[in-house]
């Protein structure tokens, strides 16, 4: 068994633990996005919480959102940008210095949520930022040197499956004030530029996405529900 797939199966075997469920239906839920998680990058399993991943594995596969992979920088240039190192911001550097020190001795986030970013369509058919969470660790991220950084991607009001979506369909960073100050909307760069979808074929079996749903205070639906 490789290092990726003994990375996998340990993540399975706890989550199921975790979540009350069978470790066949565990398997079956989870395993196949788990899986380009870990092809992605295996450190990933220690700075998400298990749970947490679970529910993104699980909203993307009864809900319309889809879980992707981005960097840290793109994620930041998405994302409203954060007053980091600005006088009388000094608990944003301390925020991020401990997400640094969690990362380093492998304590993952620990948040009930996913890092997240809201997009709505535009009446010209681009995209726009409309929601985020995650700024704190993927700065912490990008300062530690890492390469990727996984990400919920989440349509908001009207827009369709984003995965559905051209790759060449503009993005605009979401607006953000800083002492009042506001700081507009641009153009970040390209859907496919942007966000790599961690896609898999099928969905899991009626029944056996039951125990986790909802843990991420997201409402979700039950496959017959689709």
């Known amino acids: 068994m490789g290092a990726a797939s003994k990375i996998v199966s340990e993540f399975l075997e706890s989550l199921s633990k975790k979540v009350f469920m069978d470790p066949r239906d565990a398997a079956s839920t989870y395993g196949s996005k788990a899986k380009k998680i870990a092809e992605e990058d295996p450190r990933f399993f220690n700075i998400y ?3 947490d991943i679970g529910g993104a594995i699980y909203n993307s596969r009864t809900l319309n959102t ?3 992979v981005t960097t840290p920088e793109k994620f930041l240039d998405m994302a409203a940008q954060m007053p980091l190192d600005q006088e009388g911001f000094d608990f944003i550097r301390k925020t991020v210095d401990q997400k640094k020190a969690d990362i380093a001795a492998g304590v993952p986030r620990e948040q009930f949520t996913f ?3 809201g997009l ?15 700024r704190h ?3 912490a991220m990008k300062e530690l040197g890492y390469p990727k950084s996984l990400v919920e991607v989440v349509p908001q009001y009207r827009t369709p499956n984003i995965k559905t979506m051209s790759p060449d369909t503009p993005v605009f960073s979401e607006e953000s004030f800083i002492n009042d100050v506001e700081i507009p909307s641009r153009k970040v760069g390209t859907l496919g530029d942007l966000i790599k979808f961690l896609s898999v074929a099928g969905i899991a079996a009626p029944g056996a996405l039951s125990t986790i749903g909802g843990q991420n205070g997201t409402q979700v639906q039950t496959p017959a529900q689709n």
């Open 115 to 117: 890092p997240q970013l």
């Open 66 to 68: 889809n879980l992707g």
């Open 49 to 51: 919480d298990e749970e």
């Open 120 to 134: 709505r369509l535009q009446d010209d058919g681009s995209l726009k930022v409309n929601l985020h969470d995650g």
């Open 137 to 139: 660790l993927n700065t």
